[in-house]
């Protein structure tokens, strides 16, 4: 059994921290160092807990950093990492016992460098994809970015890694939605990858979370993400001929989710830093009205708020921002 490093970055996540902990000691694949990287956490509880965890377990280690972000933590926990492979967690999430003795399984078997498994987030409502359900199997390389590009696996916690692989590539550090651009430059290296239809990962929806947060300036590194992988994908011969709409996709997806999330932002107030977000949104928006229309991933309901909010930007704030305001009242 090779030596499994579990990074956790951890940032105030109080007591969720002792249920993460537990599910991770509580592995039947027990051939594993946990890592948390406190990333300057600042309340009591959480800061008692990691001490209180790393005195107690001998393959608990714990890393003190000022707070630099979730990437900056995952980087410092992959420097800190002695393991062959390596898997991420969040601190506020569980897994299933069985998770990384499957996914050890699977990479094994299959010598594949990644192996992915599926996620539940717990209370909240499912995840639905624009493609069909995937099946576990080996996927080439091209067929695990088509369906990376319409949602599956953006989250770099539901892997494992050969940990060779973050010698050439990193978290990007203060940007936010790395997961995403990590795994796309991941998959871009790999000639396959293993996938199990598994739920073993349990996302814990929470308030205050960075993916309930306002938008503000940093939302954007989303779209500096997926125009990267328009870019990449439009440049290789050998994907952009079976991949260009996927990638289309993803940029405008991307873009709308991005300009509704301005929109109900600005229900709690509107500021110049959104009013500037929304125009940039709208512009790329209107170059790509076209593609709007006849992408075929895109769906009926985010075709018709990427026209709207390119035709009429600002009677689409408003009516989104009065119909939500009546909904608040109402409740």
Not at 167 to 179: L, R
Not at 205 to 234: C, F, M, P, Y
Request: proline share 2%; aromatic share 12%.
């Amino acid at each position: 059994m090779e030596l499994i490093s579990i990074v956790v970055p951890v940032f105030n996540t109080g007591e969720y921290l002792k249920s993460c902990i537990d599910s991770l000691l509580q592995q039947e694949y027990t051939n594993i160092e946990i890592i948390l990287v406190n990333d300057g956490s600042n309340d009591h509880i959480t800061k008692t807990i990691c001490i209180e965890y790393a005195l107690k377990y001998n393959n608990i280690i714990l890393v003190e950093q000022t707070n630099q972000g979730s990437a900056a933590a995952r980087n410092t926990g992959i420097e800190y990492a002695k393991g062959k492979y390596i898997g991420f967690v969040d601190s506020d999430d569980v897994i299933e016992k069985n998770m990384y003795s499957e996914l050890y399984k699977a990479i094994i078997k299959n010598n594949t460098k990644i192996v992915f498994c599926d996620l539940q987030i717990d209370n909240y409502k499912n995840i639905k994809y624009p493609d069909m359900p995937m099946k576990s199997g080996v996927y080439t390389q091209s067929e695990a970015l088509h369906f990376f590009l319409l949602g599956h696996w953006h989250s770099a916690c539901t892997s494992l890694y050969l940990k060779e692989l973050f010698n050439s590539e990193k978290f990007p550090p203060g940007e936010t939605n790395e997961d995403f651009i990590l795994l796309f430059r991941l998959l871009m290296t790999q000639e396959n990858i293993f996938y199990i239809d598994k739920k073993f990962y349990h996302y814990i929806k929470r308030e205050g979370s960075n993916t309930e947060s306002l938008a503000n300036k940093k939302s954007l590194d989303w779209i500096s993400h997926t125009t990267e992988v328009q870019s990449t994908i439009s440049k290789s011969p050998k994907m952009s001929t079976v991949l260009n709409a996927e990638a289309e996709y993803q940029y405008l997806y991307s873009n709308i989710v991005m300009g509704n999330k301005i929109v109900l932002s600005n229900i709690y107030g509107s500021n110049t830093e959104r009013d500037d977000m929304y125009k940039f949104i709208i512009k790329n928006l209107r170059r790509n009205f076209k593609n709007i229309l006849t992408n075929k991933y895109l769906g009926m309901k985010k075709q018709v708020m990427g026209v709207l909010m390119t035709i009429t930007p600002n009677l689409y704030m408003g009516l989104i921002c009065l119909c939500y305001r009546n909904l608040r009242k109402k409740r």
